[in-house]
């Protein structure tokens, strides 16, 4: 049931199901290949398509989605979010219901350092053990370029994933609202007809 809150604003279902069932499977699924990454090379492989087909899904539903799933929503130019960020230190930056302009860079980050990562990793399977869909290549030309880039994702994720972390915090603070709380009910105060497609 929505209910009206002392801001005039009700809490609706921004997060659609399968937006929150892809963030947090993605986050389980991405934590799993690295910590595996040393360890466990069959279940950092597996765990490794377990990503890349949530990184699928979460792009199709980019386009296909309801209305604050889908990029075209909260797609915003550097400027835009720079000044987000700017204003969010400060202590004044705009409340958002769906993606903060910073949040916005941060999928699109996120999902292409993912994607880039688990296409190289395919691609080092296939040039260091003939193994996987491109196993039949000859990648093993490749091999060193090939490493270079999986680890230049891996560590662009060890960045990325603090900097949204810390993001989600300072958001949470700035505008008295629980964001990891609204991912895992979808629920948020907004104006009622956000939730509209």
Known sequence: MNTNGQDGLRSLIIWDPLVRLAHWSLALATAVAWWTREHNYALHVDTGYAVLAIVVVRIFWGFAGPRHARFRSFAVGPVT?????????????????????????????????????????????????????LAATRLFYYTEQIVAIHIWCTHALEVLVPLHLAGVLAASLAHRENLVTAMVTGRKRAPADAGRR
């Open 81 to 133: 979010a720079s000044r987000y960020l700017a204003d969010l230190l400060r202590g004044r930056a705009a409340r958002f219901v769906g993606h903060s302009p910073a949040g916005a860079w941060m999928i699109f980050m996120l999902l292409a350092t993912l994607l880039a990562c688990c296409l190289s990793g395919i691609a080092l399977d296939a040039a260091e053990n003939r193994a996987g869909p």
